[in-house]
């Protein structure tokens, strides 16, 4: 035996630092992280624009932006500053959309994970409970949990997380079907493994990369979805959200038509940086993909 | 019209930046004249598949691109044409035979339809002309009951049948010249031999030349009027079959005949006085048939049926069979990652399939198993030292100890210890399932299961996994059950063999005996059917590469 049969090729870099080169590669991809990092930002430093309360009165109702530099996007028709409550804003929708997140997908893998690793009965009676949620209208399931729970932020997030787990359970159950047939399952088996440690050890870090781009469309969605409740005025009015901050301005859009575009254009950033920032993901993760 | 079917002058192949080498193909130079076949060999990697691909003017460009020569066919520069004379030139005057012809089969279309395809773009023939003229192509390829083929979709025909009907696409505008990138690979042996005489017959009928490109040394001596051998891109050696299979100049080629495994079985040795190791009897297995209802039921097969063997301490037992005779059902059902629908593994003296669900995790570290990919049976997000030391941790090792464990392992099997922290796309195939052999031996098993596990790998690479595995089995004195298609592996390797068809044992007994003495017709079928059987590789000095 000559050891050129046994050469091993120059180590490659590290795992981190490949994921972060394809991921750069991206464009548009960095444009979301740059946009995720804003709104990081914003939620971090939102003690420092209004140390006591947004939802407090700063100024005349109704003032324009740039118009006062104590208030410099304008207030509502409450005289509240419009900066503030954009800044705290930011603190709820990405705390409903951390925690919504973490519900659904945890919840998503657990019955995934289940389900199309035994197969069989197990898989037909939590598929039957998938479709049951499915069925009903995302919305209007969301609706009627508000009504029933409250209408608290953490029951609003806990809703959230309940009605869309039901999309990842249903990704990572085809993952683990594709896996679960592999070749290096059976040799686990072989090894003598548990069940347990074969879903969890053996799978799961390969079912991984799928469920994390998706985490970023969940968390995306939650944060429409929470928009969507304070806009119909079922959001927790304690609160400075910016869902509640457009269904307020909706009642002078003709007149002071920034109430509700600024948060709405909050809004749509912040979301459009999440489905960046999850295609971005995608390719960093995607293993197909080369250096 | 030139004499030259295909003329290849210096021809070079570019790779994208940052790719192991900068040419894929650097200066081969290679002439296929009317009625020849010239053999294009090589291992993985060698860049013979993008010949074929350069030729057709089909490579991924502008990625991959001819960076120069010159390429011409019967007398036309292929490289000065624009696409659309290229799309003139495909299917008329060069076409090619894929290896795998369900993926190169369009699976929604019938048969006929894609012959008939080809005539449609390139003659000016009526609907009935063609249907006749494809109905005809069939027959010249053997398919039986042409008629009736040309409605069938490719998935109701055999793989050999398959393989005839691209044959009969690739044939069906009498092209001068014809490229076959190794189209019996995907193929049984019996199959794979009457797909060889089939292309030689019609090559000699039509006069066209064939290029055709294979790895495997036995299919060039049944083949081949030339050899051309490609290393790394680089043509080492060129020269009439006679020449290079029986007195090879180039040290690779040499390494590479030294290493195709050689039909004299190795001299017998006795194990009757071995104790029983592992013994199964009355093994039966069928895959209940399928659906109902709203998806329309399917036969169900007999994979096993009535199995019996037994298996000696330190002895070799090789189970040889075609696909679909249920050898790798077998290697499932003893180490119970299938369960078997009747009979007994008995392991020991233990019964392996009466075993509840905690006993069989114990008992799992005596029977151990080499799979056949070596990439999909490693865990690929995990690193090697794991992957080798997970075995010992499940059954109760401490963690220190199993690694430190794994490291040794690491050297038994010939890998540098600088392995260990690495995850197992970095390495190569050999290289994997050496990492493979390691995992099965960590357990200290008394048995090992090895389905099919050098039929991934290039054959100087397997020539090595094989001795490892028998120097292995030597020095720990264990048990192989040795599951394999390749009939030249088996002599090899094996003290006994048991032939398998449709599930059933149709002969068994000493490797020796059986090669010298086929009994079972089948038996006589399969070792006949070998190809390259007539051709005795040179007794060379064997340098490893």
Not at chain 1, 128 to 135: G, K, L, V
Not at chain 1, 215 to 221: C, D, G, K, N, R
Not at chain 1, 229 to 249: H, T
Not at chain 2, 362 to 371: A, L, P
Request: glycine share 8%; aromatic share 6%; charged share 20%.
């Amino acid at each position: 035996m000559t050891t050129a049969a046994t050469d091993l090729p120059p180590p490659e870099p590290s795992r981190p630092v490949v994921l972060w080169r394809r991921f750069r590669r991206n464009r548009a991809a960095l444009l979301g992280l740059f946009l995720f990092t804003l709104v990081v930002g914003m939620a971090l430093t939102a003690g420092l624009i209004e140390p006591n309360d947004p939802l407090r009165r700063a100024g005349v109702p109704l003032t324009a932006p740039f118009a006062n530099w104590d208030t410099p996007l304008g207030t509502d028709q409450l005289g509240r500053d419009i900066l503030a409550m954009l800044f705290y804003g930011a603190r709820i929708s990405l705390l409903v959309g951390v925690v919504a997140t973490l519900i659904s997908i945890g919840i998503g893998i657990v019955i995934g994970a289940l389900s199309g690793y035994f197969g069989g009965w197990v898989d037909d009676v939590l598929m039957r409970i998938t479709e049951a949620f499915q069925t009903i209208p995302s919305f209007v399931l969301l609706l009627t949990l508000v009504a029933i729970l409250g209408s608290k932020i953490e029951w609003i997030a806990l809703a959230i997380g309940i009605v869309s787990w039901t999309a990842p359970a249903r990704m990572v159950r085809a993952e683990f079907m594709a896996l679960r047939n592999r070749e290096f399952v059976d040799a686990a088996r072989n090894l003598g493994v548990s069940n347990t440690a074969m879903i969890f050890k053996e799978i799961m870090p390969n079912a991984i990369p799928p469920i994390i781009v998706y985490a970023s469309v969940v968390m995306a969605l939650s944060i429409l979805l929470e928009s969507a409740l304070a806009f119909l005025a079922l959001g927790d009015p304690n609160y400075a959200s910016w869902g509640n901050m457009i269904g307020q301005g909706r009642a002078v859009l003709r007149t002071a038509w920034y109430c509700a575009a600024i948060p709405g254009i909050a809004i749509v950033l912040t979301v459009l940086s999440f489905s960046l920032l999850g295609e971005g993901l995608n390719d960093a993760l995607n293993p197909r993909q080369k250096k | 019209m030139t004499e030259f079917a295909l003329k290849i002058e210096n021809l070079k192949i570019a790779l994208p930046e940052g790719s192991d080498r900068p040419f894929a193909l650097e200066g081969l130079d290679l002439e296929v004249r009317r009625g020849e076949v010239v053999c294009l060999v090589g291992e993985s990697g060698s860049g013979k598949s993008l010949t074929a691909g350069a030729i057709m003017r089909l490579l991924p460009e502008p990625h991959v691109h001819v960076a120069g020569g010159a390429i011409s066919v019967q007398g036309e520069d292929i490289l000065a044409k624009s696409e659309t004379e290229m799309k003139a030139m495909r299917g008329e005057r060069v076409s090619m035979i894929f290896q795998e012809p369900m993926t190169a089969l369009n699976p929604q279309k019938t048969v006929g339809w894609q012959i008939d395809e080809v005539l449609r773009l390139h003659t000016k023939l009526t609907r009935t002309e063609r249907r006749a003229r494809v109905i005809e192509m069939l027959e010249r390829v053997h398919i039986p009951d042409p008629p009736s083929a040309y409605n069938a979709y490719p998935h109701q025909v055999s793989g050999g049948q398959r393989q005839r009907v691209m044959i009969a696409m690739a044939l069906c505008l009498s092209p001068g010249l014809i490229i076959a990138d190794e189209p019996t690979t995907a193929l049984d042996v019996t199959t794979q031999l009457q797909i060889l005489k089939l292309i030689r017959d019609l090559q000699e009928q039509e006069g066209a030349g064939v290029l055709f490109i294979t790895h495997d040394f036995g299919v060039v001596a049944e083949i081949a009027d030339h050899v051309v051998v490609l290393s790394q891109g680089k043509m080492v050696e060129t020269g009439t079959a006679q020449q290079v299979l029986n007195a090879p100049q180039h040290p690779y080629t040499q390494a590479l005949i030294a290493s195709v495994p050689s039909l004299t079985p190795s001299p017998p040795k006795s194990f009757d006085n071995a104790p029983v190791v592992l013994k199964g009897t009355g093994l039966n297995k069928t895959f209940a048939a399928q659906g109902g209802f709203l998806s329309g039921r399917r036969k169900s097969v007999t994979a096993v049926d009535d199995l019996t063997f037994e298996l000696r301490k330190g002895e070799t037992l090789g189970v040889v069979g075609e696909s679909g005779s249920g050898k790798t059902t077998v290697s499932r059902i003893v180490t119970r990652l299938l369960e078997a629908d009747s009979g007994a593994v008995e392991l020991d003296g233990t019964d392996l399939l009466a075993c509840n669900p905690r006993q069989l995790r114990e008992m799992r570290k005596h029977i151990q198993m080499v799979f056949q990919d070596p990439m999909a049976s490693l865990n690929p997000r995990k690193r090697v030292v794991d992957l080798i030391a997970q075995g010992p941790i499940v059954h109760g090792v401490s963690r220190e100890k199993a690694h430190a464990q794994a490291r040794d392992l690491l050297a038994l099997v010939e890998l540098s210890p600088s392995a260990a922290n690495r995850f197992p796309h970095e390495f190569s195939g050999g290289q994997r399932q050496r990492i493979g052999i390691a995992r099965a031996l960590a357990l200290r098993p008394k048995v090992i299961v090895a389905d099919e596990p050098v039929s991934a790998l290039d054959v100087s690479v397997q020539a090595q996994v094989l001795r490892l595995l028998a120097d292995l089995r030597d020095q720990m004195d264990l048990s192989l059950l040795f599951v394999t298609h390749d009939l030249r592996v088996a002599a090899q390797l094996c003290d006994r063999i048991i032939v398998m068809q449709k599930g059933e044992i149709v002969e068994t007994g000493k490797t020796a005996e059986v090669f010298a003495d086929p009994r079972h017709p089948y038996t006589r079928n399969l070792l006949s059917s070998i190809p390259g059987r007539h051709w005795t590789p040179p007794k060379l000095e064997a340098i490893a590469i």
